[in-house]
């Protein structure tokens, strides 16, 4: 049975209405401009100079050294077994900020620079219209070095020329001066005053726990009632007869650099947090090598190329990060990668980078167990090839290994296999990974210092 008129009447609008509905859709992809993209997110990266991993809270340092650090891991991600290119700071922060190999990248010592066809990660940034900002207590950082380069504002100089710094007479003694508190206080003044039209990029690296460890009061006395300093000349220290009391009183000294530090990091976190965009801003925390505390019977870093001088902690909070923790190796040579995909950026079209975008395991995971190659020329040339399981160590020309450890059963380092035959299964396929790489570029043009930067850097028991 048909409907009555007043169905009728209706039927024929309804479908008309339909039709419209259809056409609008249909045609709104070409009337309608496309959406904007979502702003690109603020980034953070920190680092924390000779910040060995086992002295931080959650990787399992007993001491509470690390509050601001553990608390943001447990809103981030954190790569349980991540580890420096070198075992002293120009090399390690080259390969950061190339994701190129030491070998490859060029700086493989002070009086050199980074080479310039190296894609820099503040550059791919800036070219993604990133504001890039970096502030730097460390001489090792020097603009000269290649380091500011894709820096908008590179301020490796406030603490440099402070009375007392780097650049004062009394260079001896600036290694030794706590400089965290101003890294803080220079960060939180560029978040006010920053560009809002752009996204951020803020590169921090903070200084104090290089040795000598002369944390500022209350921090000297946190991890010990020891009223005498530690000693001085750390790195001179290794090869000397050291009392138990003695070795205790310079880490409990170690240990007070680094709550000074995190307590310096919280504040800027803090600030971070409070403002617009802090909860969206993607921080990285790492250290750019570790220490060695008689290990192997030497001091400080720089000298080898042992777990307690390259394993670093790298925590990632990302918005929406789980607080996960992800197995297997990672390296510093990942983080330009990595920082790139948190920016929903490509990364560069040369292909040249080497290192792994970690963003896709931030929710937790297993890393595929690659090689790493780590190098270090300080007091001789050695390089050394790192998996998950196993690590060879040698000198050139890198034809065989002159150590090699069984990371499973010995992660002290402490049994080299390197004398046994046949040699432990998996050492044989990364034997050739010691030698140059192919096509391994010449060392770079080294770079000219002037004396007040030669004070520097022999403040820091580098140069000679």
């Known amino acids: 049975m048909s409907g009555g008129p007043a169905t009728r009447g209706r039927r024929p609008r309804q479908i008309w209405r339909a039709a419209c509905l259809a056409a609008a859709l249909a045609s709104a992809p070409r009337d309608v401009a ?15 100079e000779s910040l060995r991993a086992d002295h931080v809270g959650c990787y399992g340092c007993p001491l509470p050294t690390t509050p601001a650090i ?15 290119s070198s075992s002293w700071t120009q090399p390690s922060m080259a390969t950061l900020f190339s994701s190129l190999s030491p070998a490859r990248h060029g700086m493989l010592g002070h009086r050199q620079a980074i080479r310039g066809e190296a894609v820099m990660l503040a550059r791919h940034l800036a070219g993604a219209g990133y504001q890039t900002v970096g502030i730097v207590a460390n001489p090792m950082l020097h603009r000269r070095h290649g380091f500011a380069r894709g820096f908008e504002h590179f301020d490796d100089y406030t603490i440099a020329q402070a009375p007392g710094g780097f650049d004062d007479a009394r260079a001896a003694a600036a290694a030794q001066r706590a400089t965290g508190a101003t890294v803080s206080r220079l960060a939180v003044s560029w978040l006010n005053r920053r560009d809002p039209t752009r996204p951020l990029f803020l590169f921090l690296f903070y200084m104090d726990p290089h040795y000598d460890y002369l944390p500022p009061s209350p921090f000297d006395r946190l991890f010990t009632d020891d009223p005498v300093p530690p000693p001085r000349g750390i790195a001179g220290l290794g090869s000397s007869f050291v009392p138990p009391a003695a070795r205790d009183r310079i880490r409990a000294a170690y240990a007070g650099e680094i709550r000074y ?10 600030a971070l947090q409070a403002t617009p965009r802090g909860a ?55 983080l330009a990668p990595t920082i790139t995909a ?25 890393l595929p167990g690659r090689p790493l190659r780590l190098d270090t020329r300080i007091g001789g040339h050695l390089r050394a ?58 060392a770079s043009t080294p770079v000219k210092l002037d004396p007040a930067t030669l004070r520097q850097i022999k403040s820091l028991g580098y140069a000679h």
Do not use: M
């Open 34 to 48: 496309a959406a904007p993209p979502p702003p690109r997110p603020d980034l953070v990266l920190i680092v924390v």
């Open 70 to 84: 553990d608390a943001l891991a447990s809103n981030g991600t954190r790569f349980a077994a991540a580890v420096a």
């Open 261 to 270: 530090t995190d307590t310096c990091i919280g504040t800027f976190l803090d």
């Open 280 to 334: 969206g801003t993607a921080v990285v925390l790492g250290g750019d090598h570790g220490e060695a505390f008689w290990e192997h019977g030497r001091t400080a870093h720089g000298h080898h190329l042992y777990d307690e001088q390259i394993r670093v902690p790298l925590i990632i909070r990302a918005p929406a990060s789980p607080g996960a923790v992800v197995a297997g190796q990672a390296g510093l040579i990942d």
């Open 342 to 366: 948190l920016a929903g950026l490509d990364p560069p079209k040369d292909g040249a980078w080497e290192g792994l975008d970690l963003s896709a395991y931030l929710k937790g995971g297993t």
């Open 385 to 442: 090839v790192r998996t998950p399981a196993l690590k060879i160590i040698g000198k050139p020309p890198f034809e065989v290994p002159s150590e090699i450890y069984d990371l499973t059963a010995d992660p002290a380092e402490t049994n080299n296999l390197a004398g046994s035959s046949p040699f432990p299964a998996g050492v044989d396929s990364i034997i050739p990974l010691l030698s140059p790489p192919s096509g391994e570029p010449p």
